[in-house]
DNA sequence: TGATAAATAT
DNA sequence: CATATTTATC
């Protein structure tokens, strides 16, 4: 009964100020299983056949994002050239230049990624053991800086990272389509549609999969470059 | 069923 | 924007 969700697209940035990598959506459990992507086949989402609706970006609910380790190392990274005075969830985002990216996403991983932060300060020198809750931040190196209460002045930067500076040649290596799971094949499945891609403007090649696991539909962005 | 991650609400 | 709470996923 909440018709008020469209307005996801409100916070897209404008074309002129992304940045846009090539993302890759792929399903959660071969993004984090494996290292590699891979694209199933086209590069637009199912669309029935003769169907006159669509444009379904607008009403439908977005599907929960799946936090890579290359996401979040993209995140850390666009943390430590802002600074943490900076570092709010806007800059962020807007740094990280990653399509499909909103600044919901970004302000829910800040505040958890503040809090691992806190975390490790009390466990410092001591046991820094994971407990297999901090593996995605685990997974990316936490700068000096971010541990330092009054560290830096304010005027620093780390570095410029001008979006567009870091441009790798993103691979898309979308040859092989990705293997059908086991439980392929959900009996019961809405299909939803990529919102963002359609608007880009031809900037990014990103590639759009829905994919049901089990049954929920999870949306996976894959940065296949940088680092 | 519980714990964690992400989303959503305040 | 930060924090708290709720919801979804593992």
Redesign the pocket.
């Known amino acids: 009964m ?1 018709e ?2 469209s307005n ?1 697209f409100e916070d897209l940035p404008s074309p002129e100020e992304l940045m846009p990598l090539s993302q890759t959506l792929i399903s ?2 071969l993004a984090i299983a494996f290292d590699i992507t891979n694209s199933s086949h086209h590069q637009f989402p199912l669309q029935p056949p003769s169907a006159a609706e669509d444009e379904p970006a607008r009403t439908l ?8 380790p290359q996401l ?1 190392k993209r995140f850390v990274d666009a943390v430590a050239h802002l600074g943490i005075k900076n ?5 962020i ?1 807007q740094l990280m230049s990653v399509d499909g990216l ?4 970004v ?6 990624y ?1 809090l691992y932060l806190k975390r490790m300060q009390g466990l410092a020198g001591g046991s820094a053991a994971d ?7 685990a997974s990316s190196p936490v700068p000096p800086h971010f541990l330092h209460p009054a560290a830096r002045p304010a005027s620093d930067h780390y570095l410029p990272f001008v979006p567009g500076l870091q441009q790798h040649r993103n691979h898309l290596h979308h040859q092989q389509h990705m293997a059908v799971p086991a439980h392929f094949g959900s009996p019961r499945n809405a299909h939803f549609e990529l919102p963002i891609l359609s608007r880009m403007g031809a900037s990014v090649p990103g590639y759009v999969e829905d994919v049901e ?7 996976t962005l894959f940065p296949a470059g940088d680092d």
């Open positions: 909440r008020e969700e996801w959660p459990h609910k977005r599907p929960r994002l799946v936090w890579t979040h570092a709010v969830p806007k800059t985002m909103t600044r919901e996403n302000a829910s991983h800040l505040q958890k503040r407990s297999a809750t901090d593996h995605l931040f696991s089990g049954g929920r539909k999870v949306l």
